[in-house]
């Protein structure tokens, strides 16, 4: 049990994913393809999200040359594909930082996945039909931060936004009784709990 009047203590983490939503971010292959690649770095402002995506990987190298992609989110029950696709690259040459860690390549994700691709409307990269939540999305803006060169933040626009019948309360609404999307804690899956309560903001 957490107790916040015991003094905190400052420490120095190998990783800082303090429990963000599991992305799954489809972009367009140079041969007309969907490469689909695992992001754990999101955050959305109105109909902008923004994703930090790693340098040398085929996502980047696609939305740098074809800006376009979906941000397809998924819920708990999917973590399993996700980690299905976690260790490998789009790229045919795999960097030697990837390489490093245990990277491989494989140039069909869904076929790795056991996920099913779904033509998109605005978009050349498919949609993902397992995931509750689809955006189509266009790259605004990339930029590599001058503290890091191991990833790109990538600004985005969502264009069309697709959700599962089953998660809405109407056509403005996601019902979040209903809804869970997949977080990554510390390099760990969960999902969300009970509801806590709501913001006064809230219009359901």
């Known amino acids: 049990m957490f107790n916040p009047l015991k ?12 429990g963000t939503p599991v992305i799954l971010l489809s972009s367009w292959n140079e041969d007309g393809t969907t490469n689909l690649s695992p992001l754990s770095s999101s955050w959305a402002l109105g109909r902008s999200i923004v994703l ?7 996502a980047l190298a696609n939305l ?5 992609c979906v941000i397809n989110v998924p819920g708990p029950d999917l973590w399993p594909a996700v ?31 056991n996920l099913t691709p779904v033509p998109s409307i605005s978009v050349q990269a498919a949609r993902i039909a397992e995931c509750p939540l689809q955006i189509e999305a266009c790259v605004r803006k ?5 503290s890091s060169d191991s990833f790109a933040i ?7 936004i697709h ?7 109407n056509e403005r609404h996601v019902d979040p009784a209903k809804w869970s999307p997949l977080i990554y804690n510390f390099r760990h899956y969960f999902g969300l709990g009970e509801e806590l309560g709501k913001t006064f903001r809230s219009e359901t």
């Open 7 to 18: 003094p905190s203590q400052e420490i120095n983490p190998s990783i800082l994913y303090y």
């Open 52 to 58: 930090g995506i790693g340098q040398g990987g085929q």
């Open 64 to 68: 740098q040359e074809r800006p376009d």
């Open 83 to 113: 980690e299905r696709l976690a260790p490998f690259t789009g790229k045919e040459e795999v960097p030697a930082a990837k390489a490093a860690a245990g990277f491989t390549y494989k140039k069909d994700k869904f076929e790795t996945s």
């Open 142 to 146: 990339i930029t590599n931060p001058s």
């Open 154 to 160: 990538v600004e985005t626009e969502a264009i069309r």
């Open 163 to 169: 959700a599962h019948p089953d998660i809405l309360l």
